[in-house]
T-cell receptor, first 118, second 110 residues
Framework: GAGVSQTPSNKVTEKGKYVELRCDPI?????LYWYRQSLGQGPEFLIY????????DSGLPNDRFFAVRPEGSVSTLKIQRTERGDSAVYLC????????????????FGPGTRLTVL | KQEVTQIPAALSVPEGENLVLNCSFT??????LQWFRQDPGKGLTSLLL?????REQTSGRLNASLDKSSGRSTLYIAASQPGDSATYLC?????????FGDGTTLTVKP
């Protein structure tokens, strides 16, 4: 089946603008995760969803960042008043669930959205 | 706060060598540990996942071990090939929140 997909693959915006990044998880996966990755570093946790609800949003850097998953499938990461420091690759992952057999927790990643704020 | 360290940051080996990548973490209260591979400009590919109650997992030429009490994991790659060249990342999870190391960049020379 299809893997995790993310759109757009690249986004260039100007400082102060609003952007939305979309993630389509693997069909049937109930858990969805957002990370961001800067060059030469490992991914940094932002938020994860179990179903429609944000189970842990402790990684969101400030209130300019918000994520939704209204129907428990597609998720959108929203960034208001973008700043140059927001430039990074934003990665989305999904897993079958959280808890249960180990295979259910394995995270599968999308290709990422490269965000550049000028 | 969980911290994950991967040493070395970079490693270069000749083709055919066996090698070990290291991952250490500060908080042993983890749910699982996952090893990933990342090619330049690409997303992450899952290699192996070890639940906290497990000691090791194997897939083909890869073997990952976990010693939760000492906060360490290793990824063993047997008979390395040029196609194994990539950055290898480990991530420890507590519930749904994963903490990643910064990776080890492996170069396998033909």
């Amino acid at each position: 089946g299809a893997g995790v997909s993310q759109t757009p693959s690249n986004k260039v915006t100007e400082k102060g603008k609003y952007v939305e990044l979309r993630c389509d998880p693997i069909s049937g996966h109930t858990a969805l995760y957002w990370y961001r990755q800067s060059l030469g570093q490992g991914p940094e946790f932002l938020i994860y969803f179990q179903g429609t609800g944000a189970a842990d949003d402790s990684g969101l850097p400030n209130d300019r960042f918000f994520a939704v998953r209204p129907e428990g499938s597609v998720s959108t990461l929203k960034i208001q008043r973008t700043e140059r420091g927001d430039s990074a690759v934003y990665l989305c992952a999904s897993s079958l669930s959280l808890g249960g057999p180990s295979s259910y927790n394995e995270q599968f990643f999308g290709p990422g959205t490269r965000l550049t704020v000028l | 706060k969980q911290e994950v360290t991967q040493i070395p940051a970079a490693l270069s080996v000749p083709e055919g060598e066996n090698l070990v990548l290291n991952c250490s973490f500060t908080d042993s209260a983890i749910y699982n540990l996952q090893w990933f591979r990342q090619d330049p400009g690409k997303g992450l590919t899952s290699l192996l996942l070890i639940q906290s109650s497990q000691r090791e997992q194997t897939s083909g030429r890869l073997n990952a071990s976990l010693d939760k009490s000492s906060g360490r994991s290793t990824l063993y790659i047997a008979a390395s090939q040029p196609g194994d060249s990539a950055t290898y990342l480990c991530a420890v999870a507590h519930a749904g929140k994963s903490t990643f190391g910064d990776g080890t960049t492996l170069t396998v020379k033909p």
